[in-house]
């Protein structure tokens, strides 16, 4: 019955931010489409500044790296530690109000504070907080930007976070070393952003894909021990085993966590690169390219990204 609760709330909430940015639109009518977009991005920005300021925890990382997959990891530790329903999954403050024991968690892109506050040089908002950066290799997290533009991206998401036109004729290759907000380049710019930021957080914890998928156990223990939360060796093992790639593959296909909204849902069932849960292959940036396009991305990641990350 608590639970029923709950998800009632989040759809409220759900359905309260859409109906404010379609007021929004109906305010602006006749505005520059360049207005509408920069009043929706500073809209966005007062959503995500209320989550930051009451949330005990807050996980930072920019598209299509792995957010997904550690959120379904720490969903089901939690749904095992505290007995919560098999399909939950953890939003922001939805697991904390059925167990109060459990932080309230803030997953985020970091996309739309800066269009509040005017400040796009430091992370200032976050310095009084428990952050944890993860963090991928931003070649493969540019191949798999190029993938969610083009098969699951929503139409308003592309105009507001600076994409090709849908209807485009981007190569991979060209989206991938371009301009736009999806490419090494602006992957690199928001990741060293944060590297030159997180002395000045209160406290910070670096947590990178390819670590997580190379030692899973190890590295959620690390991560649950700077989060605070104190979990027996079988319940992170359970939370390892249910998470894996294989799992979260079939949980898509049989739209087992539907009630996350699109999140976990594949646009188009019969086309693999529709699906959230895609490859999660390391280095497999390397498969869409010529070993001379290689080169050139490689030298590309080498000349702008900082080393606090060693990725080069």
Same mark, same amino acid.
Request: proline share 6%.
């Given at each position: 019955m608590k639970y029923a609760v709950q998800s009632a709330r989040q759809f409220i909430q759900t359905a309260r931010k859409k109906l404010s940015r379609q007021i929004l639109h109906l305010r602006m009518r006749g505005a520059s489409e360049g207005d509408i977009l920069a009043a929706e991005r500073k809209l966005r920005g007062v959503e995500q500044m209320d989550k930051?300021? *009451?949330?005990? @925890?807050?996980?930072?990382?920019? #598209?299509?790296? #792995?957010r997904t997959w550690l959120r379904v990891m720490i969903s089901h530790l939690f749904r095992v530690m505290y007995g919560l329903p098999e399909n939950a999954i953890i939003g922001f403050d939805n697991f904390h109000n059925l167990n109060r024991a459990i932080p309230r968690i803030f997953f985020t892109h970091d996309n739309y504070i800066k269009d509040l506050t005017g400040d796009t040089e430091t992370k200032r908002p976050f310095y009084g907080k428990r952050v944890v950066l993860l963090a991928r290799d931003?070649?493969?997290v540019a191949v798999s930007q190029f993938f969610q533009w083009k098969f699951r991206?929503?139409?308003?998401?592309?105009?507001?976070?600076?994409?090709?036109? *849908?209807?485009?004729?981007?190569?991979?290759?060209?989206?991938?070393?371009?301009?736009? #907000?999806g490419s090494i380049q602006?992957?690199?710019d928001y990741m060293n952003l944060w590297a030159r930021e997180s002395g000045r957080v209160e406290a910070f914890h670096?947590?990178?894909y390819e670590d997580l998928r190379a030692a899973p156990h190890e590295e959620l223990r690390r991560l649950l021990d700077f989060m605070q939360v104190e979990a027996?060796?079988?319940?992170?093992a359970q939370a390892v085993e249910y998470s894996s790639y294989e799992n979260m593959k079939k949980m898509e296909s049989r739209q087992q966590? *539907?009630?996350a909204g699109g999140r976990m849902m594949p646009r188009d069932k019969d086309n693999p690169d529709s699906y959230k849960v895609r490859r999660a292959k390391v280095g497999g940036y390397r498969d869409y390219f010529s070993d001379e396009e290689v080169g050139? @991305?490689?030298?590309?990641?080498?000349? @702008?990204?900082d080393p606090f990350f060693n990725y080069t």
């Open positions: 930051l300021n *009451r949330a005990d @925890i807050v996980i930072v990382s920019f #598209g299509k790296s #792995g931003p070649r493969d991206m929503k139409p308003s998401k592309v105009a507001i976070n600076r994409y090709p036109p *849908r209807d485009s004729a981007t190569s991979i290759f060209d989206f991938v070393t371009g301009d736009n #907000g602006a992957i690199a670096l947590l990178r027996s060796e079988d319940q992170v966590f *539907r009630l050139v @991305i490689d030298r590309q990641l080498a000349d @702008i990204l």
